[in-house]
């Protein structure tokens, strides 16, 4: 018989949860102009929204915040938290930021000059960003797997170093500043990254004097997908191979509101002394002294704390068992979801969801807009809408994968709530037929996702047949 095994904390302090009626949920909807992202908080019931930020920090953790020094330079705290980032993850120079993309503006601006490429295992939204600001083209490096959302191959966040060593060659070497990899690929449905291919990717990067710098917010993860998948790793600590992983990179961004268990911070962190130095000139523009960087002391308190906690072989095996305990229910019931389940989140495939809708009727923002007015539960779209447009021509980009991501935050529900998210997912599965396709009413420049709204392309205005509502509450 197979054991079953639980969580491995109990519950100190809870958060009562309100499920607003269908009707008080179509409302809410159509306020946030049908993007998942403008809903109220207060008027969602199960958010998984994301992940980032999100986490229930532990006992430890808020008794560290007591313990902050809220020095304006020098605190001891920036030392505790300098101390855990060098240990877990075997960096020599650290600098701290508010979050992720605080750590890319800097690296992006230190690095990048006006006509670079930037070679990655899939864009992320804000790294890009930050990339295209400085003038760089991002180049997706990713194997061809990862593109591919049914097919289920253990590491589909590998570098292809084929597609590498083409661009190095097309483009020169001293046109790309460094290889961004991240580990493990939020965009590609939190899938992993081999260690075999980070040292061949290193290998290859260093015959051509290239950097690799991670994207490392959710590298704990890959770390247990290499200790579950990989030969020669089944044996080793989380903590060990982690530290193993972080040998094959120069440097990395890290947003701290994912794998080292807090609510803010992140940071920037290297071995090269220039780039260091550089970083600490830079940091106090953007984000503070080179010993706060954005973050108040105890939130380096908790985020030290947290890092070590991250690396505990039975949180790290929970946290993925949990995710996987909602996407193997979804398998079950025939959902098109990205396989293998990764890391973070479960991610429903919206254009196998929805085939009667069009790429440019964003089948995911309106499969997200669904899942909301089904149960209350908050989805965000990984779509053309989040692909934002070519840079050149104007044009949308149309990424292959077209995405729901159901984001399980850390340490935060049951599965009892997961169950509640696959009966949901399940019903509309069910009615997808009624389901309409969205347009766009209001277009940011950048990042268009975070604050885009949209209307239901149905003649009545509605988005769901109003059969799909009659069975929920
Ligand atoms: N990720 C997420 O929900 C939060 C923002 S949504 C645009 O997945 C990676 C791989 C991330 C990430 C944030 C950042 C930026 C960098 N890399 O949010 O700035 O998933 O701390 O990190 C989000 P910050």
């Known amino acids: ?74 605190s001891k705290s920036w030392f505790t938290l ?36 930037v070679p990655g295992n899939m864009y992320f939204t804000t790294t890009r960003a930050h990339q295209e600001l400085n003038g760089a083209t991002f180049v997706d490096v990713i194997i061809d797997e990862a593109h591919d959302s049914l097919l289920d191959y253990p590491f589909k966040g590998n570098i292809d170093l084929t597609k590498l060593e083409k661009l190095i060659h097309e483009v020169g070497a001293e046109k790309i500043p460094y290889v961004c990899t991240a580990v493990t690929v939020n965009l590609a449905g939190g899938q992993p990254v081999s260690m075999q291919n980070l040292k061949e990717v290193y ?27 990989e030969e020669g790793y089944e044996n080793k600590s989380i903590k060990d191979i982690l530290k193993e992983m972080f040998t094959y990179s120069d440097g990395c961004t890290m947003s701290g509101k994912k794998d080292c268990l807090v609510n803010i911070g992140g ?73 293998p389940i990764g890391g973070h989140a479960v991610f429903l495939d919206a254009k196998q969801f929805l085939p009667h809708l069009k790429h440019e009727e964003l089948p995911a923002q309106s499969l997200a807009a669904s899942l909301y007015l089904d149960s209350g539960v908050r989805s965000m779209e990984r779509g053309i809408v989040s692909g934002g447009r070519n840079k050149v021509t104007g044009e949308n980009n149309k990424p292959k994968l077209e995405l729901v991501r159901l984001t399980i935050p850390r340490r935060v529900y049951t599965n009892n709530h997961m169950d509640v998210v696959a009966d949901s997912v399940i019903h509309l599965y069910e009615k997808r037929e009624q389901i309409t396709g ?36």
């Open 1 to 74: 018989m197979k054991r079953r095994t639980a969580e491995p904390y109990k519950i100190k302090a809870v958060e009562p949860l309100k499920m607003l009626n269908y009707e008080e949920r179509k409302r809410a909807l159509k306020e946030a102009g049908y993007n998942t992202f403008l809903i109220n908080s207060e008027d969602v019931y199960i958010d998984l929204l994301t992940d980032s930020g999100t986490t229930a920090m532990s006992d430890r953790q808020w008794g560290a915040l007591m313990t902050g020094d809220e020095a304006y330079a020098g």
């Open 267 to 339: 940071f920037l962190a290297m071995n090269d002394e220039d780039l260091y130095t550089r970083a600490r000139e830079l940091v106090v523009l953007y984000e503070g002294m080179p010993s706060y960087g954005g973050l108040a002391g105890r939130d380096m308190e908790a985020m030290a704390q947290g890092i070590y906690e991250s690396v505990d072989d039975h949180y790290i095996q929970h946290r993925i068992h949990q995710v996987r305990y909602l996407g193997e229910q979804l398998i079950d019931a025939g959902i098109p979801v990205v396989k």
């Open 438 to 473: 969205l347009e766009m009413t209001y277009e940011p420049p950048t990042l268009r996702f975070f604050n885009a709204r949209f209307k239901p392309l149905a003649v009545n205005g509605e988005l769901i047949g109003s059969e799909a509502s009659s069975t929920t509450t």
């Open 82 to 117: 300098e101390n855990a980032v060098r240990e877990i993850y075997g960096y020599k120079y650290v600098i701290p930021t508010h979050q992720g993309r605080g750590a890319e503006n800097l690296l992006s601006q230190m690095k990048i000059k006006e006509g670079d490429y």
């Open 203 to 229: 290998d290859l990067c260093q015959k051509y004097h290239i950097d690799v710098m991670y994207d490392a917010t959710r590298c704990v993860e890959n770390a247990f997908f290499i200790q579950e998948r």
